[in-house]
Protein backbone atom coordinates (compact mmCIF):
# COMPACT_ATOMS: atom_id res chain seq x y z
CA UNK A 1 0.00 0.00 0.00
CA UNK A 2 1.30 3.19 -0.75
CA UNK A 3 1.31 5.30 2.63
CA UNK A 4 1.06 8.67 0.84
CA UNK A 5 -1.90 7.75 -1.25
CA UNK A 6 -3.65 6.50 1.55
CA UNK A 7 -2.89 7.97 4.85
CA UNK A 8 -5.78 7.09 6.99
CA UNK A 9 -5.55 3.63 5.98
CA UNK A 10 -2.11 3.69 7.82
CA UNK A 11 -3.42 5.95 10.46
CA UNK A 12 -6.40 2.75 10.95
CA UNK A 13 -3.47 0.21 10.84
CA UNK A 14 -1.96 1.89 13.90
CA UNK A 15 -5.04 2.43 15.92
CA UNK A 16 -5.46 -1.29 15.44
CA UNK A 17 -2.78 -1.88 16.77
CA UNK A 18 -2.99 0.30 19.70
CA UNK A 19 -6.18 -1.25 20.09
CA UNK A 20 -8.06 -0.04 23.47
CA UNK A 21 -10.12 3.21 23.08
CA UNK A 22 -7.98 4.34 19.45
CA UNK A 23 -10.33 2.56 17.67
CA UNK A 24 -13.12 4.35 18.66
CA UNK A 25 -10.92 7.66 18.65
CA UNK A 26 -10.05 7.18 14.94
CA UNK A 27 -13.79 6.34 14.27
CA UNK A 28 -15.00 9.09 15.43
CA UNK A 29 -11.87 11.95 14.25
CA UNK A 30 -12.52 10.74 10.85
CA UNK A 31 -16.59 10.81 10.99
CA UNK A 32 -16.17 14.69 12.30
CA UNK A 33 -13.80 15.67 9.57
CA UNK A 34 -15.64 13.87 6.58
CA UNK A 35 -18.46 15.45 7.59
CA UNK A 36 -16.60 19.17 7.52
CA UNK A 37 -14.98 18.47 3.85
CA UNK A 38 -18.69 17.34 2.79
CA UNK A 39 -19.93 20.47 4.14
CA UNK A 40 -16.89 22.58 2.53
CA UNK A 41 -15.16 23.32 5.35
CA UNK A 42 -11.90 21.72 4.85
CA UNK A 43 -10.17 20.42 2.00
CA UNK A 44 -9.95 16.66 1.55
CA UNK A 45 -6.21 16.19 2.62
CA UNK A 46 -7.19 18.28 5.96
CA UNK A 47 -8.84 15.12 6.95
CA UNK A 48 -5.79 12.55 7.32
CA UNK A 49 -3.98 15.25 9.37
CA UNK A 50 -7.57 16.05 11.65
CA UNK A 51 -7.55 12.32 12.09
CA UNK A 52 -3.97 11.96 13.14
CA UNK A 53 -3.47 14.78 15.41
CA UNK A 54 -6.56 14.21 17.21
CA UNK A 55 -4.87 10.63 17.63
CA UNK A 56 -2.32 12.51 19.16
CA UNK A 57 -3.58 13.87 21.78
CA UNK A 58 -5.89 10.97 23.33
CA UNK A 59 -4.55 9.46 26.24
CA UNK A 60 -5.40 5.60 25.41
CA UNK A 61 -6.82 3.46 27.44
CA UNK A 62 -6.10 -0.38 26.90
CA UNK A 63 -9.18 -2.21 28.34
CA UNK A 64 -12.04 0.16 27.99
CA UNK A 65 -15.65 -0.40 29.59
CA UNK A 66 -18.58 0.77 27.57
CA UNK A 67 -18.79 4.20 29.33
CA UNK A 68 -15.22 4.87 28.50
CA UNK A 69 -15.61 4.18 24.70
CA UNK A 70 -18.45 6.42 24.92
CA UNK A 71 -16.27 9.01 26.69
CA UNK A 72 -13.44 8.48 23.84
CA UNK A 73 -15.89 8.67 21.22
CA UNK A 74 -17.18 12.23 22.47
CA UNK A 75 -13.69 13.68 23.47
CA UNK A 76 -12.87 12.28 19.78
CA UNK A 77 -15.36 14.59 18.25
CA UNK A 78 -15.26 17.76 20.59
CA UNK A 79 -11.29 17.73 19.93
CA UNK A 80 -11.73 17.57 16.18
CA UNK A 81 -14.56 19.84 15.78
CA UNK A 82 -12.41 22.31 18.06
CA UNK A 83 -9.53 22.33 15.56
CA UNK A 84 -12.01 22.55 12.62
CA UNK A 85 -13.53 25.50 14.13
Do not use: Q, Y
Not at 5 to 12: G, K, N
Not at 14 to 39: C, Y
Not at 67 to 81: K, L
Amino acid sequence: VDKSRFPCLMLAFEAGRAGGTMPTVLNAANEIAVSNFLNGKIKFMDIPALVEKTMSKHSLVINPGLETIFEADNWARETCRAMVN
